[in-house]
C-alpha cells in the first residue's frame, strides 16, 4: 500500500510542478505560482511537427548557446524525477512478465502528459525533447535495477547451500 501512495505521491508532485506558471527550479518561492493557462496554446498542437512542441531546447541569445543555473537544475530535477517515477512504477508491478517495458512504457506515458500539459502553461515550454529526457532516465534507471537485480541473483545461486535445506531460485 505505501508503495502505491509514494507513487500517487510522485505524480501527483509531477503534475503540480509542470502546472505551475513560469517555475523556476532555483527559485523555491516560484514552485507555489499559480497555474495560468495560455488562451493561444491548443493541445493538438502536440501533433504536428512544426509546432513549438518539437522546437528549440537549448536556450540561446544572438544564434549562441546561453544557460543560466535555471536551465541545468531543471534538466537534473527532470532526470532525477523520472528516475524515481520509474523505480515507483517498477514496484508497483505485481507480475514480473515484461514488468521492466511496462514501467518503462509508463513514464513514457507520464512524461508525455506532463509535457503536453506544460505547453499549455503560460511561462513554461512543453517540449517533445524533455519527454526523450524523461524516458532516457527511467530507462538508465530501470537499466541500473534490472542489473543490479540480476547480479544478485546470480551471487545467491552462486552460495553453496550449507543448512541441508533444498533451496530453489527462480528467475
Partial sequence: MIKKILLGIMIV???QLS??????VIHPKTWSNQTIY???A????VFHLDSRFYGGYFPHKNGIFYADLDFFAHKISH???YAILSILILSNIKSRKHAFKR??????LIAFLDECNQ???VGRTGLFLDVIVDSASAFIALLTVYT????AMRNRQAIPNTNGIKTVVKA
Fill in 38 to 40: 495560455d488562451d493561444k
Fill in 13 to 15: 508532485i509531477i503534475f
Fill in 79 to 81: 532526470i532525477t524525477a
Fill in 103 to 108: 514501467a518503462w512504457l509508463g513514464v513514457v
Fill in 148 to 151: 543490479l537485480w540480476q547480479l
Fill in 119 to 121: 505547453y499549455l502553461v
Fill in 42 to 45: 491548443n493541445i493538438s498542437d
Fill in 19 to 24: 502546472s505551475t506558471s513560469s517555475l523556476k
